[in-house]
T-cell receptor, first 115, second 111 residues
Framework: ETGVTQTPRHLVMGMTNKKSLKCEQHLGHNAMYWYKQSAKKPLELMFVYSLEERVENNSVPSRFSPECPNSSHLFLHLHTLQPEDSALYLC??????????????FGSGTRLTVV | TQLLEQSPQFLSIQEGENLTVYCNSSSVFSSLQWYRQEPGEGPVLLVTVVTGGEVKKLKRLTFQFGDARKDSSLHITAAQPGDTGLYLCAGAGEGAQKLVFGQGTRLTINP
């Protein structure tokens, strides 16, 4: 496989469930990101991992918990979510900071619905 | 806080027409990218511009970075239904790894 792969593509979960989103990149990148995309809002950065260390956490509620076991894999663990957390969750990867940002490669996203 | 404003937010035109989408900020960016996102998919990188005044062409798409590196435009010539999608601009400040995204322009090309 090539590029950035996200699983599952669709997820429906109750507010008391625990689930995890998975992201895998095959590009040799060493930085990975979680973004949330809601209707009528710009892409919201949630977490940044660079060289497997979390370098940014944008005031995300603790019901979202990221994990980056190695430079190719990124997880987003979900628990006790709220209906307003329903959105498209996008994973992206890039080369860690080299002096200029040339853009990200995104996965296809996980469409999450909280009921 | 760096912000990117895109205009228009929505644009619906007929096949064969030309259009321009704008991305503006009061901040200076060291690089700026344009992405296209289709329904049910993630954004796909179209181009990166890094030099003030730079112009890049991708078939019928022309991208320009402003001289002061605060704004950018995307011009599409003879639009086709396959150009339909959400167009996002994103910028990185000096020394910044993370990107700031605009809210997007939703483009519909009608046959």
């Amino acid at each position: 496989e090539t590029g950035v792969t996200q699983t599952p593509r669709h997820l429906v979960m109750g507010m008391t469930n625990k689930k995890s989103l998975k992201c895998e990149q095959h590009l040799g990148h060493n930085a990975m990101y979680w973004y949330k995309q809601s209707a009528k809002k710009p892409l919201e950065l949630m977490f940044v991992y660079s060289l497997e260390e979390r370098v940014e956490n944008n005031s995300v509620p603790s019901r979202f918990s990221p994990e980056c076991p190695n430079s190719s894999h990124l997880f987003l663990h979900l628990h006790t979510l709220q209906p307003e957390d329903s959105a498209l969750y996008l994973c992206a990867s890039s080369q860690a900071w080299t002096g200029r940002n040339y853009g990200y490669t995104f996965g296809s996203g996980t469409r999450l619905t909280v009921v | 806080t760096q912000l990117l404003e895109q205009s228009p937010q929505f644009l619906s035109i007929q096949e064969g027409e030309n259009l321009t989408v704008y991305c503006n900020s009061s901040s200076v960016f060291s690089s700026l990218q344009w992405y296209r996102q289709e329904p049910g998919e993630g954004p796909v990188l179209l181009v990166t511009v890094v030099t003030g005044g730079e112009v890049k062409k991708l078939k019928r798409l022309t991208f320009q970075f402003g001289d002061a590196r605060k704004d950018s435009s995307l011009h599409i010539t003879a639009a086709q239904p396959g150009d339909t999608g959400l167009y996002l601009c994103a910028g990185a400040g000096e020394g910044a790894q993370k990107l700031v995204f605009g809210q997007g322009t939703r483009l519909t090309i009608n046959p």
